[in-house]
């Protein structure tokens, strides 16, 4: 209901009610950037919250990563709690500076950690120091207790499994930084770093789900989260620029309930430090806009001219197989459109009348594959033989329901095997800025090489459209 608040964070009133209650921990977890100009130790020092202990993310951390504050191991973490007097049992409240920045991540570590009753501070030491609540300058010696550590591995994703969703879609990605960073508009703080976003990636800007130190209510997060693209029923995963407001988003999404998200911890200081990982700039919006009028695409021809030289193997645990049709039924074959092309604007054939696209698809030199999977459909590829020498990659996708299944890579192999049955000398296809963001470098990766770009104007299918077009196919 409007106006419903998150069940993690506290207030100031009910955290000055509980100081020194048994098993009642304070966290001092402030951490800024350089251009916030503050240092959360100094700050810690010259005045904290009554018992409060501070947790330096930059020395409990793993530093053999070479990145900035890397989540340590389950042995380090508890060792180092548990020096500071925290155990899995107690209640644990952390805050920071302005309230909503770097605790979250804090809170998420303890969490992932196997601690339960750990909340955030709503408004943080600066809305404590606004409301002249008592402070002390003297530093808590607590007594070491054994933090039994139950590490939740599934909370965290690796850079090789953020490749492979990037790579196969199969989980939404939301990224905390600010907009202009997101787009690349705006450039990284760190040296060297390029701008823009990973493939697939959604803009979830930090800053946009708290106001003056409170979190925003529940409804309004959930149309955030709408708004930006990110379906709350299906697995997401957070990033930021280097781990920490990520579990801002982490925390937001909880609240509504969402238990199927996993925060990337390298974030963008290890994707984008990296010189051979995929980068978008601009808008992702630009997906799913409902906005009438043609889009702008950019389109790359790319050739191949020599067969694969690699191979795969048949993914276990489901069942495939690859058919080829004879003279595909029209609504199928719309079907096929539908279900594979609908998020990349495939439009063209489904505005075709009956006997043109029927002339068109079974045409002799058009052999259109099925993919089926556990005996549903679940692909499809259309290779045209424009001559002895040549043949075109038309089409080639996978329904949505079969990414993350493994395949992809599988699927675009058996595809070109069949492209090369004729031995032509090249096999050609053409990808778009509109497409899946990892098609270029999947078809290049596979062989294909550059061989010409032009922009094209697409023409997106109004809802309206689609629905008589599905109608008339019954």
Known sequence: ???????????????????????????????????????GAVEYASGHIPGAVFFDQDVIADTTTGLPHSLPSPSFFAQAVGQLGISAEDTIVVYDG??????????WMFRVMGARR?????????GWKAEERKLETDLPEPAPVTFEAQF????????????????????????????????????????????????GARSVPASSLSENGRLKDLATLRSIFTSAGIDLNNPVVTSCGSGVTAAVVTLALESLGHTDNSLYDGSWSEWGSKTDTPVVTGDASSLSSKTSGPLTAHVTRLEMTAPPKSSLPVPVNIQTAIMRTHEIPLSFYRFLHRQVGARWHWYERLRLPDEQLKAIIHAQKVSISVLYVNGAPAGFYELSQESDDLVELSYFGLFEHALGLGIGKWFLLQCLYAAWAS???????????????RALQLYQQFGFSPVGTYDALVDPLTDQELLALIKRDG
């Open 423 to 437: 031995n032509p000398k090249t096999v050609t296809v053409t990808t778009n800025s509109l497409d899946h963001p």
């Open 1 to 39: 209901m409007s106006g419903e608040r998150s069940r993690f964070v506290v207030s100031a009133d009910w955290v000055e009610k509980n100081l020194g209650s048994p098993g009642f921990k304070l966290v001092d977890a402030s951490w800024y950037l350089p251009a916030h100009n503050r240092n």
């Open 152 to 199: 939740d591995r599934s909370r965290l994703t690796s850079f090789d499994q953020m490749s492979a969703i990037s790579d196969e879609g199969d989980k939404q990605i939301a990224d905390a930084r600010p907009a202009g960073r997101f787009t690349g508009e705006e450039p990284e703080p760190r040296e060297g770093m390029r701008s823009g976003h990973i493939p």
């Open 118 to 126: 750990v909340y955030v501070l709503e408004g943080g030491i600066d």
């Open 98 to 107: 302005p309230g909503f920045f770097s605790a979250p991540r804090v809170w």
